[in-house]
């Protein structure tokens, strides 16, 4: 008797651990978001940095990436030709990043923001046709400019 009700709180367990890690890797996936001004939108919370770099050079449009300075520095550490397809980049400043601008010098704008609110008025100064916007965010304040940037979505689609 005690034999099954210890499997039964392993199975109870195991169906938890599934759960939580299938909401996680839901988290961690790039997800489309239809149109905004005619360019393609996408978002991408907590990016593996090498899937990342991958995506953007798998595009077939110039991406506008919104991204913490990070994120965008991992990237372009990881893979120096990935700044070939991006045609602007506006950067949230975090305090954990030195940004080297040097390496960006091939991407036309390189727009540089300390909130979310200022980062969502530079994309409006972004609008290009046939283009990607693609958000990233990592870290502890992802959900919250996540939810802005969908809110931002919202109001402008």
Do not use: Y
């Not at 909401?23 to 991408?44: A, C, Q, Y």
């Not at 506006?90 to 540089?112: E, F, G, R, W, Y």
């Amino acid at each position: 008797m005690e034999q099954k009700k210890t499997l039964a709180k392993t199975n109870d367990n195991l169906l938890e651990i599934r759960q939580e890690t299938l909401k996680n890797v839901s988290n961690e996936t790039i997800r489309p978001h239809g149109k905004l001004w005619g360019m393609d939108v996408f978002t991408w919370n907590n990016p593996d940095v090498s899937m990342l770099a991958s995506t953007i050079q798998a595009f077939p449009f110039p991406v506008v990436l919104l991204t913490p300075a990070s994120l965008l520095m991992a990237v372009v550490d990881f893979d120096s030709t990935v700044k070939l397809n991006i045609n602007a980049t506006i950067v949230s400043i975090d305090d954990n990043c030195t940004l080297n601008m040097h390496l960006l010098n091939a991407i036309p704008t390189v727009a540089l923001t300390e909130s979310m609110e200022e980062s969502l008025e530079e994309l409006q100064q972004c609008k290009i046709p046939r283009g990607i916007v693609l958000f990233c965010q990592e870290g502890q304040d992802a959900q919250i400019n996540t939810k802005k940037f969908m809110e931002f979505l919202t109001l402008h689609q």
